[in-house]
């Protein structure tokens, strides 16, 4: 009976691994402002830090899941920010800064942060830390609905 159960903790520690390594990471935002001119739809930005429980809990019960569904693949580019790496990425200016440095850029110092920016990664939306579990999900849902309007309009806007 012990190992029924040893079993299925491993299977359950297996899938919540599973499910947070399908988050986009962050590697080019130079190249994701192009489509985002493109498809006119924002880009949405999680920092987070390692151990962090409600960095974990949104990963797995919001953002992964929006980013393996095709109607948010149409609606919102994802990617994925561990705002302790060194690991290098190409800002939206082309140029090279470890994933901390990019995360200082936006005076990101509470996890999880969650962003919706523009093609020049300038902020149109804000989520700090989780207000509402229960309605995590819809309230994004309404940022992400807001940010497309936004682009829309600056993207329409005439000289």
């Not at 489509?35 to 962090?52: N, T, Y």
């Not at 149409?74 to 790496?85: E, F, L, P, Y």
């Not at 995360?103 to 110092?109: K, N």
Request: with cysteine.
């Amino acid at each position: 009976m012990f190992r029924f159960y040893l079993l299925i903790v491993v299977f359950l520690s297996n899938f919540a691994i599973a499910q947070e390594l399908t988050l986009p990471s962050a590697k080019n935002f130079f190249l994701d402002s192009q489509q985002v001119l493109e498809k006119k739809i924002p880009i949405l930005i999680m920092f987070s830090i390692p151990d962090c429980e409600y960095c974990k809990k949104v990963k797995e019960d919001t953002i992964g899941p929006m980013a393996e569904l095709k109607k948010y693949k149409d609606k919102v580019i994802i990617r994925h920010i561990n705002a302790n790496s060194f690991d290098e990425i190409n800002d939206f200016y082309n140029k090279t800064v470890s994933q901390d440095e990019f995360a200082f850029t936006y005076a990101v110092d509470f996890f999880p942060t969650v962003v919706l920016v523009d093609n020049y990664g300038v902020v149109l939306e804000k989520v700090l830390g989780i207000a509402n579990e229960e309605w995590y999900w819809t309230d994004l849902d309404k940022l992400i609905d807001k940010s497309i309007i936004k682009i829309n309009k600056q993207l329409n806007e005439k000289l």
